[in-house]
């Protein structure tokens, strides 16, 4: 299975995609889509759809995990975010691609077998469950590669059922 996993933003999404065969991963991609502040809005959405459709059609996943969203106290923030999450599904659903949702609770339950575990605790482990030499930079990719653990473990049981 290939797992597109992603961390939602609109400055910088994080991109993960893993491979997961015989209870083993391996990272096939990590990085970044980012967006320039100074670009209007419209246009960075639209460029958070074209790269995410594009990393689609070139590794094809079978499907895509995205962070749930929780409503933080900076609506403005939030409000873009979800707008920004909204062409990550977008990309996904026009490429029929499943879509599975994790809270970040459900990630380090996932990752680390803690739910309150700490972000750094998270990218240690998915370093080491990845086999990679250092930790995954940005931290949006980091996340994203997380995610897409998350959904490798967590497909077909009761923490993710319907995908």
Do not use: W
Request: with cysteine; proline share 5%; hydrophobic share 40%.
């Amino acid at each position: 299975m290939i797992v597109l996993g992603i961390d939602p933003g609109y400055a910088i999404v994080g991109c993960g995609i893993v491979d997961y065969k015989n209870n083993r991963f391996a990272m096939r991609y990590y990085g970044a889509i980012t967006t320039d502040a100074h670009t209007p809005f419209n246009i960075r959405i639209e460029t958070i759809f074209d790269r995410t459709d594009e990393l689609i059609k070139k590794y094809r996943p079978d499907a895509m995990a995205i962070e749930k969203l929780f409503f933080n106290t900076n609506q403005k923030t939030a409000i873009d975010v979800a707008q920004a999450r909204g062409a990550l599904i977008l990309a996904a659903q026009k490429n029929k691609l499943p879509i599975a949702e994790y809270t970040p609770l459900q990630v380090k339950q996932s990752v680390v077998g803690y739910g309150r575990a700490e972000k750094k605790q998270v990218q240690e482990m998915t370093r080491i469950l990845l086999n990679l030499d250092k930790i995954p930079k940005p931290d949006d990719a980091a996340d994203a590669l997380a995610m897409a653990i998350c959904h490798c473990h967590c497909s077909g049981s009761l923490l993710n059922p319907g995908v």
